[in-house]
C-alpha cells in the first residue's frame, strides 16, 4: 500500500502546485488517514513540495484504530509535551522556505489558525477546501476490498442474532451483542452505534436503543455496520417477531422494499444524486409516506460512516463508478412502527453487473 499512498499525496500536491501553494497541511484525522495510512491522536499530515512529514505529539501505536503507517512516510514526534503538532508543521513549511501553505480551513478552530500565523509569519495560508475528501469519492480496488470483509462481518454478526431467542430481551442487549459479534468476526469495532428498534420504536433512523424489551408481532429494526482496517459499511433489515406479519405490516414493508429496490437499480456511472434520490423517495410519496421522509435516501461510506456523496432531493453532482454508498428508505409511523431496509452497495458500469451489493443479509419479511 505504500505505492498508493505515495500516489494519493502525489496527486494532493499536484493540485496544490496548480493553485500554487507550496505544501498541504492536512489536519482532518479521515484525511490524514487516507494519505498516510494511519491517524495517531492528534496527528496532522505535512504534504510538501520536497517531502511528506507525519507531525505526532507521541509515537505512534501501530493500534488497528490508528492504522497500518506508510513505512516510507518519514515521522516526526515533537520532543516538547503539550505541543501542538499542526503548529510544528507550518515551522518546517516555513524553515523550507515555502511561500504557501493550503490548510483544511473547515476543520481549523479560529485559535489553531492563529497560532499557524503567529509561527510563520511570512506564510500566507490558503483554504485546501475540500479536496481530500473530493479524491477520496471514489475508491480504488483495495479500499473495496475492505468495504467487502466489513460487509461480510455485519452479515455474519447479523445472521447469528436471527437465530437467537429474541422474545424479552431489551433493545439495548442486542445492540451489545451485536457489537460484540463484529468483533468476535474480525472487526476493529462498530462502525457507528448499533440501533436495534422494536415495536412503536421500529424504522426510526438511528434509534438509540432502550431498555424496551423484544414482544411477540413487534417489527424489530436493526442497523449495524463494522469497521475493518478504518473502512466501514452500514446494513439495516426489519423483521416481524413471532408471529405471522399483520396486513399492514406487510403492506409498509412491501412498500419500502419497493422504494429500495428502486434507489439500487438507479446506481449508475452518471446518474445524479437527486435522481437516485428521487427513485427511492417517489416510491414512498406514492404509497401515501412522502411527507415525513428522511433528508436523504443514503450516501457515501468509506474512511467515515458518512461522507459523500449525499443522495438527496437538492445534492449536486454525479455517480462515478467505484463510489460506494447506502441506500436506506424507511417509513417510522408514530405509535406503531416502521420499516428500514439498508445496504452498502458500489457503483458499477451495466457492462460489469450494475451495482455491487456488498451486504447480502436476505430482505425477506421473515418472522422471527
Not at 323 to 336: A, D, F, Q, S
Request: contains cysteine.
Amino acid at each position: 500500500m505504500s505505492d498508493a499512498y505515495a500516489a494519493r499525496r502525489g496527486r494532493l500536491r499536484d493540485r496544490c502546485a496548480a493553485a500554487g501553494n507550496a505544501a498541504a497541511l492536512i489536519t482532518r484525522p479521515a484525511n490524514v488517514r487516507y494519505l498516510a495510512g494511519a491517524s495517531p491522536r492528534g496527528a496532522v499530515l505535512l504534504v510538501g513540495p520536497a517531502e511528506d512529514v507525519l507531525f505526532c505529539g507521541t509515537s505512534p501505536t501501530g493500534e488497528a484504530d490508528e492504522g497500518r503507517l506508510d513505512d516510507q512516510l518519514r515521522v516526526n514526534v515533537l520532543c516538547a509535551p503539550g505541543g501542538d503538532p499542526a503548529v510544528a508543521a507550518a515551522d518546517m513549511a516555513a524553515s523550507a522556505r515555502a511561500d504557501s501553505l493550503a490548510v483544511e480551513e473547515h476543520h481549523l478552530t479560529v485559535g489553531r489558525h492563529r497560532a499557524l500565523r503567529s509561527v510563520a509569519p511570512g506564510l500566507r495560508l490558503a483554504d485546501l477546501g475540500m479536496s481530500v475528501e473530493q479524491q477520496r469519492l471514489v475508491k480504488d480496488e483495495e479500499e473495496i476490498a475492505c468495504l467487502r470483509i466489513a460487509a461480510e462481518i455485519a452479515d455474519q454478526a447479523l445472521g447469528e442474532l436471527l437465530e437467537s431467542i429474541l422474545v424479552g430481551r431489551t433493545e439495548r442487549h442486542l445492540a451489545l451483542e451485536l457489537e460484540r459479534r463484529l468483533v468476535d468476526h474480525g472487526a476493529d469495532g462498530p462502525a457507528f452505534p448499533t440501533s436495534v428498534g422494536t415495536g412503536p420504536h421500529s424504522g426510526r433512523s438511528r434509534h438509540r436503543p432502550s431498555d424496551r424489551r423484544v414482544e411477540e408481532g413487534d417489527f424489530l429494526s436493526v442497523c449495524l455496520g463494522a469497521n475493518y482496517r478504518g473502512y466501514r459499511c452500514e446494513i439495516g433489515r426489519t423483521f416481524v417477531i413471532g408471529t405471522t406479519p399483520a396486513d399492514w405490516q406487510i403492506e409498509l414493508y412491501d412498500l419500502v422494499f419497493a422504494a429500495q429496490r428502486a434507489g439500487r437499480e438507479a446506481l449508475l456511472p452518471g446518474a445524479a444524486y437527486r435522481d437516485v434520490d428521487h427513485a427511492a423517495r417517489s416510491v414512498l410519496g406514492s404509497g401515501g409516506h412522502g411527507e415525513a421522509l428522511a433528508p436523504s435516501t443514503g450516501h457515501g461510506v468509506g474512511l467515515e460512516i458518512d461522507e459523500d456523496p449525499q443522495l438527496a432531493p437538492t445534492a449536486m453532482g454525479k455517480l462515478d463508478a467505484c463510489v460506494p454508498v447506502t441506500v436506506e428508505p424507511g417509513v417510522h409511523l408514530p405509535g406503531r412502527g416502521g420499516v428500514r431496509i439498508d445496504d452498502t452497495l458500489v457503483v458499477r458500469p451495466e457492462a460489469d453487473g450494475g451495482p455491487e451489493l456488498l451486504t447480502i443479509t436476505t430482505k425477506e419479511l421473515l418472522a422471527l
